[in-house]
């Protein structure tokens, strides 16, 4: 699974890491303040022009004044009120015909997506948790943004703001009212998906036993059986079953079976369709091919910088340092005790060689502060599978001595490891990112790792909200949803948006861009020397100062979705789920705020 | 009456600008005005002559070019001057998604009404503005009529001191509009003070004790109803059971004092009570061609003008 940022502890994610990165209370109270500045200058530049310098201020102290005092005098039965009335103003706009198409969408899915797929589970949650986010995007989009406008076509607004009413009541009550609705109808897409997911791949196959081939020991005596299971949603499994015919069907197609020997072996319904694996990951650096140490290893000439690989047959190593390890972590196995260990491995041939086989690599794991080796375990690696090893505790080290996984290789201090991979084979390189290899800690629940992974997703639909019922204080209907489309895609692009902000990216500003664009300029190649550069890199260094400053606040709708834990099989860490609801705790909290003031100074009645 | 301001517009302006800022209409110019506790206050005015801005510049609607609009000493845009408000709008802007309960239970709770109060008021209002068998249906379902009652009783939902009607007879039939002046003159004997707007000036005449004169944005004429049109030099004089000879003796008199005779004749009664005459003998002897009204007993006997 992609993991491209580091998941922070939630605490130092929140006040700011050892590293010196700024945490996230201070920098959220930092754009606050710079919001604040900022709408003070243009309240006051606003109201001077047409009240004067003296009246202008007054009205701007007097409108900040009484929005402090009206924030301290909210009423939560008005806000009730108002999100009710929200709610029941969507249910007559038919908003229930969102969930109608979901199920049809639902219906349909079946026969496009394939069930041959090498790990089918990935691509149905896939699928549905996709299809869900965009339509619940979708849904709150639209809600949000005509809402207020409406009232204020049809003057229904009249009756309400000539009650005591806020105007923070009027924004905070509709972000309410729809959020809740947002949450019913996420409940439901979420029962319907999984519903979905498991009956279309829960199966069980058969297992003819007449066709078990019995495995003898020396002594002729039967110590277990072998065989495969029938052939059902396009794939079968080896079994290896003992003496009382139970055993386990091996994994394939991301699941396996259970199978009970009693009155003939009987394969149960596939099991570990839905998992929630715990990864406990490490910090990842590279040996050269020289052996010298090094922040990243060789690039093959992929864009995406996220991995980067180590040749094959040489020195060049990837050495992951692990924390935090101790005995317990083990497990227990037929081979005795041994640490599991979940390993990814992109595969990039500089030759062909066999296809579809398997390019050899190996593992050694080192004491950090011995040096204390063990000998190397040879691992057969296909590209882009999630392959769980498993290191025995019982190892044997360089010397050929015999020595103790966490007695003689983990340290005392900080349980810390090293786990050294490398690629065997002459011309074939093995590819990695910090995230692809894990210690396995024992998995957690599936259907609470899902809550979780669903909860990312009402993260983005309360935030789509909270800036659509801000917008739409201000803008009509048409343009407020406009704005918040272009709000949420620059969230999606946002580190691109940010990268041509300052600079990182090729092609330079928006002025460059459009005239690289109507000249077919590449954008690698410097734009001729001249008055006329002179004069667009000018204008594009104003421009990105704005578009640094917009950067600031996009909410980084791409770094929301949880999708790819629950595709790919992992855990969504708690932190992740701290770190979303208090992201979005703070644009509820903001953008109800601007939209207090934008509803508080609008003329309602013009 | 007490004189307690409980409205008071200062000098209050609105000019309508465009996008850009340039003047579009002055609405209204320098307007100063004291409406008191109490009393029924009208304004009167054609079209655009300002009356619906000023109600909309009381109520914080709209903010002011120049000069302040005070409710209750307390600024037009201040919210909790509200809490003794009630507002009834030109056309009763209401959610039509909702029945008659639940628009009253949703405005009562703006007010922060606990529920036990909610639902005593609401019974009652419902009951008051004669809506009881119709408040289950959703409210697109409602006549103008009756949207205008329901309209009336979400301004009323709070028991409001101060009560702002925009037309508030506007799409009534004749039993709805005598309905509401009733309503209104039942307001004022309450204690509450009233301000409504309107075109109908029989309206206006019949419930108003102040009225305020609009035109172009400009205050006109402000004064007691019966003052402004007492008409100084005229005498009217009626009386029930003369002859003709008693006639042409007062005519005698009047001429012999240089008086100058206008009329003598038989006063009729206006449309409306008549009208009223015959809906409730109708509905008294339903089926029956109603019997015809007694003109002197509506109107002559009141001792009205």
Request: some cysteine; overall charge negative.
């Amino acid at each position: 699974m992609v993991l491209e940022e580091e998941i922070l502890p939630y605490l130092q994610w929140l006040t700011g890491g050892p590293e010196g990165s700024i945490g996230a209370i201070p920098w959220f109270f930092v754009i606050v303040f710079a919001l604040l500045v900022l709408g003070l200058l243009l309240g006051f530049a606003i109201s001077a022009a047409r009240h004067g310098p003296l009246g202008g201020g007054d009205r701007v102290y007097r409108t900040l004044t009484a929005g402090f005092r009206e924030m301290t005098h909210l009423s939560g039965r008005r806000i009730w009120a108002l999100a009710r009335l929200a709610i029941k103003e969507a249910l007559r706009r038919r908003v229930v015909v969102a969930l109608i198409v979901f199920l049809v969408i639902l219906l349909f899915a079946s026969w496009f997506l394939k069930a041959d797929h090498k790990d089918p589970t990935k691509l149905y949650m896939s699928f549905v948790l996709t299809a869900t986010t965009y339509l619940m995007l979708g849904i709150a989009l639209v809600l949000s943004a005509f809402s207020l406008p409406t009232d204020f076509k049809t003057k229904t607004i009249y009756t309400v703001v000539t009650k005591p009413v806020r105007s923070g009541e009027i924004v905070l009550g509709r972000i309410l009212g729809f959020s809740l609705l947002g949450t019913v109808m996420l409940l439901i897409m979420a029962l319907s998906s999984y519903v979905f997911v498991i009956r279309s791949l829960s199966h069980a196959h058969e297992i003819d036993a007449a066709n078990l081939r019995r495995i003898e020991g020396p002594g002729g005596e039967v110590i277990g059986y072998e065989g495969r299971t029938t052939r059902d949603l396009y794939h079968r499994h080896t079994i290896d079953l003992g003496s009382e015919k139970s055993g386990t069907a091996i994994v394939e197609n991301g699941h396996y079976h259970t199978i009970e020997g009693e009155d003939g072996p009987v394969v149960s319904s596939s099991q570990g369709l839905l998992r929630a694996r715990q990864p406990l990951y490490g910090k990842l650096r590279y040996l050269d091919r020289k052996g010298v140490d090094k922040e990243r290893g060789i690039s093959v000439g992929s864009e995406w910088t996220y991995r980067s690989f180590i040749e094959g047959n040489s020195q060049a190593a990837a050495i992951w340092t692990f924390r935090g390890l101790d005995a317990s972590q083990v497990i227990e196995t037929e081979s005795g005790e041994q640490l599991p260990v979940g390993l990814i491995v992109r595969v990039f041939k500089t030759h062909k060689g066999i296809i579809g086989k398997a390019i050899t690599g190996g593992i050694q794991v080192r004491n950090p502060e011995t040096g204390l080796t063990s000998e190397l375990y040879p691992f057969e690696a296909l590209d882009a599978q999630v392959d769980e090893q498993n290191i025995p505790r019982k190892l044997t080290s360089t010397e050929n001595e015999p020595i103790d996984l966490f007695d003689d290789i983990v340290t005392e201090k900080g349980g810390r490891m090293e786990l050294i991979v490398q690629c065997l084979e002459r011309g074939q390189y093995f590819g990695f990112a910090q995230p692809d290899c894990y210690i396995r800690l024992p998995d957690a629940s599936p259907a609470w790792n899902l809550v979780k992974v669903y909860s990312s997703i009402w993260v983005q639909m309360v935030i789509v909200v909270a800036i659509g019922v801000s917008a739409s204080t201000l803008l009509n209907g048409p343009v407020a949803m406009l704005f918040t489309v272009s709000f949420i895609l620059l969230g999606f692009f946002k580190d691109f948006f940010e990268g041509v902000a300052t600079g990182t990216e090729y092609g330079g500003g928006p002025v460059e861009s459009l005239y690289r664009l109507l000249t077919q300029k590449n954008i690698i190649t410097d734009l001729d020397p001249g008055a006329g550069a002179t004069f667009i890199q000018s204008v594009d260094s104003v421009l990105k100062l704005f578009m640094l400053a917009i950067a600031q606040v996009l909410p980084d709708f791409s770094s929301f979705s949880t999708v790819g834990f629950a595709a790919y099989g992992f855990n969504v860490p708690p932190d992740r789920v701290l770190q979303d609801l208090t992201i979005c705790l703070a644009y509820v909290a903001g953008t109800a705020v601007v939209g207090y003031f934008l509803l508080r100074t609008r003329e309602v009645a013009k | 009456m007490s004189q307690e301001a409980v409205v008071q517009t200062r000098s209050l302006a609105k000019v309508y600008r465009d996008f850009w800022g340039r003047q579009k209409v002055r609405a209204l110019k320098a307007l100063d005005l004291e409406v008191y506790k109490g009393e029924v206050f009208g304004l009167l005015g054609p079209n655009g002559s300002g009356k619906t801005t000023t109600i909309k510049l009381i109520l914080g609607l709209l903010f002011p070019t120049e000069g302040d609009a005070l409710v209750f000493g307390k600024s037009a845009s201040d919210v909790s001057k509200n809490d003794r408000l009630g507002y009834l709008p030109e056309e009763s802007y209401l959610y039509k998604f909702l029945n008659a309960e639940e628009t009253l239970d949703f405005y009562a709770r703006l007010f922060d009404m606990p529920a036990e109060q909610r639902t005593e008021r609401i019974d009652s209002l419902i009951k008051l503005v004669g809506l009881d068998r119709a408040r289950k249906r959703q409210l697109q379902e409602y006549s103008k009529g009756m949207t205008r009652r329901i309209g009336l009783a979400q301004a009323l939902i709070n028991d409001p001191d101060l009560i702002l009607l925009d037309e508030p007879t506007s799409g009534l039939d004749p039993i709805g509009t005598r309905e509401m002046k009733d309503m209104i003159l039942r307001l004022k004997e309450q204690g509450k003070t009233v301000i409504m707007c309107s075109h109908l000036l029989a309206d206006v005449q019949d419930v108003c004790d102040r009225i305020a004169i609009l035109h172009q944005g400009e205050l006109k004429e402000l004064g007691r109803v019966d003052e402004l049109l007492t008409i100084e030099d005229v005498t009217q004089i009626r009386a029930k059971g003369l002859s003709e000879d008693c006639k042409n003796e007062l005519r005698d008199v009047i001429s012999r004092h240089g008086g100058e005779l206008q009329d003598l004749s038989n006063p009729t009664t206006t449309l409306e009570e008549l009208f009223l005459e015959i809906v409730r003998d109708s509905a008294a002897r339903p089926g029956r061609r109603a019997q015809p009204a007694e003109p002197v007993q509506a109107a002559g006997g009141e001792g009205q003008g």
